[in-house]
């Protein structure tokens, strides 16, 4: 199980190996053997969701979404609020990139033994996004009704 203090440590070491392009090093280190990427980036062919599976495919994606003709890298990121349910971590982050300003990424991650073993991710041009958070924590809502009566008391 892991501590809030643990948990954020996990995602600032996250964004700090994406600022540093490490994109390698970082799968290496903090996700599990068989991880799996969900996202709508919107820099691969076909329509999202988007599904890595495995580490190669993973760093082969970060490659493609931190690539400078397309997100580029990251020059801030703001934290702007998380929730931990077991092993289920949530959270909504404000990046902004040179190449394409100010989006917001939400992220449901699941983690086994304090390694990352699924990320969902959905981002959007930060005008767009506040209407979009209520429905990203409902979709997944349904899928682990625990996090309903977590909003609800």
């Known amino acids: 199980m892991l501590s809030p203090r643990s948990y954020l440590e996990i995602v600032r070491e996250h964004f700090k ?5 490490k ?4 799968v290496n280190e903090t996700y ?3 991880p799996e990427f969900h996202h709508n980036f919107p820099y ?3 329509e999202p969701p988007y599904i890595h599976k495995g580490r190669p495919a993973i760093v082969e994606a970060m490659k493609t979404i931190f690539h400078p003709d397309n997100h580029g890298t990251i020059e801030d990121e703001e934290l702007l609020g ?4 077991g092993n289920l971590l ?3 982050i404000r990046i902004t990139t040179r190449n394409r300003g100010n989006w917001v990424h939400m992220h449901y991650w699941e983690m086994e033994d304090n390694k990352i073993a699924t990320i969902g991710e959905r981002v959007f041009e930060e005008e767009s996004a506040p209407w979009m958070i209520p429905q990203f924590i409902f979709a997944k809502a349904k899928e682990h009704p625990e996090i309903v009566r ?3 008391t």
Request: aromatic share 20%; net charge negative.
């Open 17 to 21: 190996y994406i600022k540093e392009r």
């Open 23 to 26: 994109f390698q090093e970082m």
């Open 32 to 34: 599990t053997d068989e």
């Open 44 to 46: 691969f062919e076909g």
């Open 82 to 85: 998380y929730m931990k349910i």
């Open 90 to 92: 949530g959270f909504v």
């Open 150 to 152: 977590l909003l609800l």
